[in-house]
Nanobody
């Protein structure tokens, strides 16, 4: 199982970007999907989260500007970022709690749950 994030880039203040994070592999189901961000010299902070039932939460700093959504058929989470500010500049990481399945060499099914991280995508907001 792996998470692949994409959609970062450079944008002027007031602009928009849409991040995507797709999970792939032997996936049975996905619980919470979360976006974090980490600016240089700072800790990694939660930006937005969405449960399997699509309940959302946001950091106060992004409320009203960012929207998190998910497409369960595609095992993908999105982060629509509008009205971007220079302080939104950071590496954005996706995270998901995933129930996976696999098979042993003799064909016995196995299941488990684990926390997975994407590789990070850079967002730079600058004029």
């Amino acid at each position: 199982v792996q998470l692949q994030a994409s959609g970062g880039g450079m944008v002027q203040p007031g602009g928009s970007l849409r991040l995507s994070c797709a999970a792939s592999g032997r996936i049975h189901s996905i619980n919470d999907m979360v976006w974090y961000r980490q600016a240089p010299g700072k800790q990694r902070d939660l930006v937005a989260s969405i449960t399997g039932g699509s309940t959302t939460k946001y950091a106060d700093s992004v409320k009203g500007r960012f929207t998190i959504s998910r497409d369960n058929a595609k095992n993908t989470v999105y982060l629509q970022m509008n009205s971007l500010k220079p302080e939104d500049t950071a590496v954005y990481y996706c995270n998901a709690e995933i129930y996976w399945y696999d098979y042993t060499d003799d064909g016995t099914p196995q299941t488990g749950k684990a926390d997975y991280w994407g590789q990070g995508t850079q967002v730079t907001v600058s004029s």
